[in-house]
Structure formats: structure tokens, C-alpha cells
């Protein structure tokens, strides 16, 4: 059984950068064809894929955020983590790590989620 499990602070303070780590359990970073990505929800908005990190190393990201992005891993620790930079008030929301089996843009074809982890970004 595949389970995700997202870490890291909840509240940021503006211009600073968000980091978050997702732990995997069940299943491997590097197992072909699995896609591990970043998504956020705002508050009274829809979901929003932010990018994945493919079982090759690559990474694909959104291009709204691309400039602000980075996703890497921990393959030791089977681990992946969002960076994101110069963050305003505007990136406050639940975020998640998922899994998919394609190479999704859209956030909803990733069916498999961690629970979520809201981050505030606030002074």
C-alpha cells in the first residue's frame, strides 16, 4: 500500500522561501513510470498543479510557477521536496504530494495524495 506523507512548516513568512518534504512509503521514487507531484489548494479555490518529479530524475513544472520552483529527492530516503521561492500571501493553501502512473499537468488525474499540509504565508 502506497502512502504519502507531507512535513514542514506551517506558516512562512513573506518573500521567504516554503519547503516541504514528502515522505513515500510502499513504494519506490525510482520505480518506472511513477510521477511524484506537488499540488495546492487556496483557500475557495480549485486544486493547482504545481509540478512532478519523474522516476528518471527529470522535472516538469507549472509555467505560472516555474520561476519560483524547485522539486528534487532523497532517494536514500525516499523523499521528495518542494522549494518554493519569494513566496506572498497569495501562496497560502493546503498542499499535497501525490503520485501518478503518467506524466500529469493536471491536478486532478492525481488520484493518490498525502493528507495535506496547510501553510499560511503571513508576517
Not at 1 to 12: A, D, K, M, W
Not at 59 to 86: E, G, M
Amino acid at each position: 500500500q502506497v502512502q504519502l506523507q507531507e512535513s514542514g512548516p506551517g506558516l512562512v513568512n513573506p518573500s521567504q522561501t516554503l519547503s516541504l518534504t514528502c515522505t513515500v512509503s510502499g513504494s519506490s521514487l525510482t520505480s518506472a513510470y511513477n510521477y511524484w507531484s506537488w499540488i495546492r489548494q487556496p483557500p475557495g479555490k480549485g486544486l493547482e498543479w504545481i509540478g512532478y518529479l519523474a522516476y528518471t530524475g527529470g522535472t516538469h513544472y507549472n509555467p505560472s510557477l516555474k520561476s519560483r520552483t524547485s522539486i528534487s529527492r532523497d532517494t536514500s530516503k525516499n523523499q521528495f521536496t518542494l522549494q518554493l521561492s519569494s513566496v506572498t500571501p497569495e501562496d497560502t493553501a493546503v498542499y499535497y504530494c501525490a503520485r501518478a502512473n503518467r506524466p500529469y499537468t493536471e491536478a486532478d488525474q492525481y488520484r493518490l495524495r498525502g493528507q495535506g499540509t496547510q501553510v499560511t504565508v503571513s508576517s
